[in-house]
């Protein structure tokens, strides 16, 4: 049983489209999050919610839109993207936001 | 200013040597909460220890060691007896005020058989 899954693996698109990552959790945590890590493996935190509320939104282009529809998941929209939004997407979740983060496997975003 | 600095970007030892990850933190808060992750080539993201700032207790787990020192910031993680699984990226991070896990650059660890 995948704790934290995240589809799709992979997402090779042009750019200028629209796309979405999906998370879902099926460990009851309160918290869930996006992070996003470069190609010099750079792992950086784009935003949190808890309990389906935003809590954390870094200095992230607002092309990007989170939506929690419940607390099991959060998905990520991605609107006209850009080469630089080429990298992996990591959603996690944790029980509460002091608790340790349990990842998804990732999805690598290529953009061409 | 929160942040992690792992001054190692890439280290190779030979199998079964032991082998030290540094991590240096910066903070001005007085609780916070320090984090190793382990990325494999697989690419997934493992938890492998949470430390709270009160605990300055060693923790040993298997050849897995941590060293957290208050007094120099540091957060250091061993592992005795490396093995070939052992080769993955080593990310060290700390829990900011602002609930944000803040992520060191990583370490990349290469064991030879």
């Known amino acids: 049983d995948t704790a934290v899954s995240q589809t799709p693996k992979y997402l090779v698109t042009q750019m200028g489209n629209d796309k979405s990552i999906k998370c879902e959790q099926n460990?009851?945590?309160?918290?869930m999050y996006w992070y996003k890590q470069d190609s010099k493996k750079f792992l950086k935190i784009m935003f949190s919610?808890?309990?389906?509320?935003?809590?954390i939104n870094e200095t992230v282009p607002n092309r990007f839109s989170p939506k929690s529809p419940d607390k099991a998941h959060l998905n990520l929209h991605i609107n006209s993207l850009e080469l630089g939004d080429s990298a992996v997407y990591f959603c996690a979740s944790s029980q509460d936001l002091l608790q340790p983060q349990h990842f998804g496997d990732g999805t690598r975003l290529s953009i061409l | 200013a929160q942040k992690v600095t792992q001054a190692q970007t890439e280290i190779s030892v030979v199998e079964k040597e032991d082998v030290t990850l540094d991590c240096v933190y910066e903070?001005?808060?007085?609780?916070?909460?320090l984090f190793w992750y382990k990325q494999p080539p697989s690419g997934e993201l493992v938890f492998l220890i949470r430390?709270?700032?009160?605990?300055?207790q060693n923790e040993i787990s298997g050849r897995y060691s941590w060293n957290f020192q208050k007094s120099t910031s540091s957060f250091n993680f061993t592992i005795t007896a490396s093995q070939v699984v052992d080769s993955a990226v080593y990310f060290c991070?700390?829990?900011?005020?602002?609930?944000?896990?803040?992520f060191g650059t990583g370490t990349r660890l290469t064991v030879i058989p």
């Open positions: 991070a700390r829990l900011t005020g602002a609930n944000n896990l803040f």
């Open positions: 903070t001005r808060d007085t609780t916070y909460y």
């Open positions: 460990l009851g945590h309160d918290t």
């Open positions: 919610y808890n309990n389906k509320e935003l809590i």
């Open positions: 430390r709270n700032s009160f605990d300055e």
